[in-house]
Nanobody, 128 residues
Framework: QVQLVEPGGGSAQAGGSLRLSCTAS????????????LTWFLQGPGKEREGVAG????????LDADSVRGRFTVSQENAKNTLYLQMNNLKPEDTAMYYC?????????????????WGQGAQVTVSS
């Protein structure tokens, strides 16, 4: 069983930056051993959960949504068992709950139903 823990989100003004982290609680089940994608999703109030940026754990390739391209970067630090999302040039429309997720056999990186393990979520609020 993989458990993903997100310490917390944060608040920023438009144009600012935040970094989210997500740590796997059991190293022997590190997602890159048993999963093929580690991905950040966001969910705004009353909206569907959507993929933001994902990392193919075996190749290191990253994909992201058009809305965040050039502003958000996903990365991992294997020694710390941690996935990051660096968010720059934040916009008010980035305000949402952010979730990290790990999937064993992900077909489409942004499809939430392909993921088995989820963090508890971190609130990000961007003010104008």
């Amino acid at each position: 069983q993989v458990q993903l823990v997100e310490p917390g989100g944060g608040s920023a003004q438009a144009g600012g930056s935040l970094r989210l982290s997500c740590t796997a609680s059991c190293y022997s089940h590190m997602p890159y051993i048993t999963t093929n994608w580690l991905t950040w999703f966001l969910q705004g109030p009353g909206k569907e959960r959507e993929g933001v940026a994902g990392l193919a754990t075996r190749t290191g390739s990253a994909l992201d949504a058009d809305s965040v391209r050039g502003r958000f970067t996903v990365s991992q630090e294997n020694a710390k068992n941690t996935l990051y999302l660096q968010m720059n040039n934040l916009k008010p429309e980035d305000t949402a709950m952010y979730y990290c997720a790990a999937g064993r056999s992900v077909g489409i990186w942004s499809r939430k139903n392909d993921y088995q393990y989820w963090g508890q979520g971190a609130q990000v609020t961007v003010s104008s």
